[in-house]
C-alpha cells in the first residue's frame, strides 16, 4: 500500500435526475489506484445510480467521470468496459442452467474475436479462441477459487451461493478490469459465507496489481474489514469521506443513518 496514489477516477459536479429525483446531486469524489473503496448510504442514497452512472447504463444530468483521461459520460456500457471498468450486479445476473465455463465467457463477449453466438455455437471451428479462454478462466479461478477449477463445465444451478458469488466476480475479472464494481456483494449470504467471500477479494487485489474495487456493501463488518476507504452518502451527496473509523465517528453519517431508522 503506497501512500502516493494516482486517482483512476475523478467524478465533478456530477448529476442525476430521475423527473424531479435528484438521485446524485452535484457530486465530487475520486477513485485512486489499488484502493478498495467502501460506498455506504442509506437505502436510495444513489450508490447504484453512480454505478449505472459510472458504468454507461445511465447518462447523467450533468457533471462529468474522468477516467483514463477521458469523460466517459456519453460513452456507451461496452466502450467503458472494453477501457477497464467491470462490474457486479445486486441480483444474480448468472444464467443457471449453463456451465460455470459459459456464464463466464458470456461476461466477455464483448471482447471475443468473432463474437458471442458465433463462439457458443461454433465452438469446434474456433478452438484456439476457445482453448485461450478456457486458459483465462482456468488461471483466474486458480486465484479466485482454485476448487472451482475442477468444475468449470458443471451448470451453475449445482452450486452453493457463495460459489455463484464467487463466478460472478470471476466474470467481471475475465477481461482483468482496473477498476472492479462491487453491488452489494454479500447480499443473500451468511455471516461466514460473507468473510470467506471478503478474503477471497482480498486475495484477488493481492494478485491483480494495481486493481481498484468499489464496495457498495450494508454490511459494517464487512467495510471495515477490507476497504481501505469509505465515501458514505444521502440523498445522491457525498456527506462523509476517511477510514472506517472516521467516518462510523462522524454525525453527519450518524444522523443519516439513525433519521433512515426512525
Ligand atoms: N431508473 C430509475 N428511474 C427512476 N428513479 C430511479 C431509477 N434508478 C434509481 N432511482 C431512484 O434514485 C434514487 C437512488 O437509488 P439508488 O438505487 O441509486 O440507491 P442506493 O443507494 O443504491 O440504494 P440501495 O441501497 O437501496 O440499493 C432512489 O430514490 C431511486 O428510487
Known amino acids: ?11 465533478a459536479g456530477l448529476t442525476m435526475r430521475f423527473g424531479g429525483l435528484t438521485a446524485l446531486d452535484k ?27 459510472l458504468t454507461g447504463l445511465y447518462k447523467a444530468s450533468s457533471g462529468t467521470i474522468t477516467y483514463n483521461g477521458r469523460n466517459v459520460i456519453g460513452q456507451r456500457p ?38 458471442l453466438f458465433f463462439n457458443l455455437f461454433r465452438r469446434r471451428a474456433f478452438r484456439a479462441e476457445y482453448d485461450a479462454y478456457v486458459g483465462k478462466i482456468e488461471a483466474l479461478l486458480q486465484i479466485f477459487s482454485p476448487p472451482l477449477v ?10 452453493s451461493m457463495i460459489d455463484r458469488r464467487r463466478i460472478e466476480v470471476c466474470r467481471a475479472l475475465l477481461s482483468r478490469p482496473r477498476l472492479l464494481l462491487l453491488d452489494e456483494p454479500s447480499a443473500g449470504m451468511t455471516h461466514d459465507e460473507t468473510d470467506a467471500l471478503m478474503e477471497d477479494i482480498l486475495q484477488v487485489r493481492g494478485k491483480l496489481d494495481n486493481l481498484s474495487i ?9 467495510i471495515e ?18 477510514s472506517y473509523a472516521e467516518i462510523t465517528a462522524d454525525a453527519n453519517v450518524q444522523t443519516a443513518y439513525l433519521g433512515e431508522a426512525a
Open 225 to 242: 474489514r477490507i476497504t481501505d476507504r469509505c465515501i458514505v452518502f444521502n440523498y445522491g451527496k457525498k456527506i462523509a469521506e476517511g
Open 78 to 115: 461496452q466502450e467503458i468496459y472494453r477501457s477497464g471498468v467491470a462490474r457486479t450486479f445486486q441480483r444474480s445476473r448468472l444464467s443457471l442452467p449453463l456451465t460455470v465455463f459459459d456464464n463466464i465467457v458470456i461476461g466477455d463477449y464483448q471482447h471475443m474475436q468473432h463474437g
Open 214 to 222: 468499489v464496495l457498495i456493501e450494508h454490511e459494517m463488518n464487512v
Open 150 to 159: 475442477n468444475r468449470l463445465f458443471e451448470p451453475v444451478e449445482t452450486f
Open 27 to 53: 457530486l465530487d469524489m475520486q477513485i485512486m489506484e489499488g484502493e478498495i473503496l467502501g460506498l455506504l448510504g442509506p437505502n436510495g442514497s444513489g450508490k447504484t445510480t453512480f454505478f449505472n452512472v
Open 1 to 11: 500500500m503506497t501512500n502516493h496514489r494516482q486517482a483512476l477516477v475523478d467524478v
